[in-house]
């Protein structure tokens, strides 16, 4: 016996083991071997990925937080961002199907052809952002207005949703280029240049927002540069890692030369992909904008704040859920449907259970995590409200996720945008005007048809995926 190893004290040192693998990134066969240890190499990275994602946000809200006349710099952060969310439907719908398209060609052990598909989906990105950043940089503040800014909070916020929308090739690019290398397995890369990324902006936002010695500071304008700078240099580090040749994945100059086939082909997963993000952002800017309308200013930074908490907890389990999409294409590429389906279900467990210790941590810690963002009582009373409401439906939003990106993985763009039209539009919007205006619950009336809606969409998405369809789609 004193010349084995016991089990029990091995467990420490495989789980290490596993950690530093997923942390360092290396490219993975996720067709053999463990799912469990497949599934631990894929979330690491990827749910710090999106906490990093969701650290912009936070840190912008923080420092503008603390700003004279921080009730309309709140409201200008979290307006903007809900803008953007239409932009970060785009990027992450068409870098969804990316990962679609690159994990199926990876799991045929084609790594050339998963290369030129990557290429071709930057191409279609520069192309559909060069649109959107125009549009934004000329109606900033018509957009500020539309959803539901006083005339001051938008005149405060116009210079910062003009950078924001200005630069937003880089938040693009972001997701893109991640989902290319989740797309391959590769994680760890999408991890450290979002890493990279806030670690710029984290230095740079409160030294341009307050500025420092003879150096004023730039107020909101300046976490919109600070953000802007520090995307852009995560994007910079992903190029250089998408061409150096140091990975499965290499994309040259040439790969950006459209070949309307592999265009098309890519489109026709992107579209709905694109549309099922674009339904479920703008069903989150009628709320915002019904917050806005029926809770004041105060109200609506309120929900805000509450929303960008949220976001912080919702992304990692977003990141988690990414495992799924990149396990069921490689898997479905090797024709290995039983493994896909296997994956999917021990992903959405661990999701849960994630979202279970989120949720408490949520009851118990809301009054310490609002106050860390604002000093206004007014503000801080709306935001736990809406936090103790919203997550109530915590563990089904984190098993809903899961089911949503396996059909995405599987290249089945179209049934998850269909239950977020049903769920989002033609659902919780009625239920939320109804009980905000009809019953005059206001914005309390908003909080609670999110949990009732997400709840609903999640039983959709088992009903469906227990139907199998998503096994028999061609990429």
């Known amino acids: 016996m004193s010349g084995q190893t016991s089990p029990i004290r091995s467990l420490p040192s495989g789980v290490f083991s596993i950690i530093k693998r997923s942390i360092r990134g290396e490219d993975i066969d996720l067709t053999t071997g463990s799912l469990r240890t497949a599934v631990i190499l894929l979330a690491i990275p990827m749910m710090l990925e999106m906490a990093m994602e969701s650290v912009f946000a936070l840190v912008d809200l923080y420092f503008v937080g603390h700003l004279e006349h921080s009730s309309f710099a709140i409201q200008t952060v979290g307006l903007t961002e809900s803008v953007l969310a239409v932009l970060y439907s785009l990027a992450i719908g068409l870098s969804m199907a990316t990962t679609a398209v690159v994990a199926r060609r990876i799991g045929e052990k084609k790594p050339a052809e998963a290369s030129r598909a990557g290429g071709q989906a930057i191409f279609v990105a520069l192309i559909l952002n060069s649109i959107v950043s125009a549009l934004g940089v000329i109606y900033a503040k018509d957009i500020l207005l539309l959803m539901g800014a006083s005339e001051e909070s938008a005149r405060h916020g116009e210079r910062f949703t003009q950078i924001m929308m200005g630069s937003s090739i880089f938040i693009m690019l972001l997701f893109l280029i991640n989902g290319i290398f989740r797309g391959a397995g590769n994680a760890a890369i999408a991890m450290k240049s979002l890493v990279v990324a806030n670690v710029i902006n984290i230095i740079l936002c409160p030294l341009l927002i307050n500025g420092i010695g003879p150096i004023e500071g730039l107020g909101l304008t300046g976490a919109a540069i600070a953000t802007s700078i520090g995307r852009g240099t995560g994007v910079i580090y992903q190029l250089y890692h998408l061409t150096s040749g140091k990975h499965i994945i290499r ?126 009582l007014e503000v801080r009373k709306v935001a736990k409200e809406a936090i103790y409401i919203m997550s109530t439906g915590y563990v089904l939003y984190g098993i809903g996720m899961v089911l949503i990106n396996a059909f995405n993985g599987a290249g089945d763009t179209q049934t998850p945008t269909w239950i977020n039209l049903f769920g989002f539009w033609l659902f919780q919007i009625p239920l939320a005007h109804l009980l905000a205006k009809h019953f005059n619950m206001g914005p309390t009336g908003v909080f609670m048809a999110i949990p009732i809606a997400e709840s609903c969409i999640t039983v959709a998405g088992v009903i469906l995926f227990r139907m199998g369809k998503w096994k028999s789609i061609k990429v």
């Open 251 to 376: 994309i040259y100059l040439r790969y950006l030369k459209p070949r309307w086939s592999e265009v098309v082909s890519l489109c026709k997963i992107a579209g709905p992909a694109v549309l099922q993000f674009v339904i479920a952002s703008c069903s989150w800017i009628f709320l915002a904008q019904l917050v806005a309308v029926t809770g004041a200013d105060e109200g609506s930074a309120g929900y805000q704040t509450a929303l960008r908490l949220m976001m912080f907890f919702m992304l990692p389990a977003w990141g988690l859920s990414n495992a799924a999409a990149t396990l069921v294409g490689q898997n479905l590429g090797a024709g290995l449907l039983d493994r896909a389906e296997k994956a999917v279900f021990k992903t959405a467990r661990y999701n849960a259970i994630y979202m279970l210790i989120v949720t408490a941590i949520s009851f118990a810690c809301a009054d310490l995590l609002v106050s860390f963002f604002s000093n206004d």
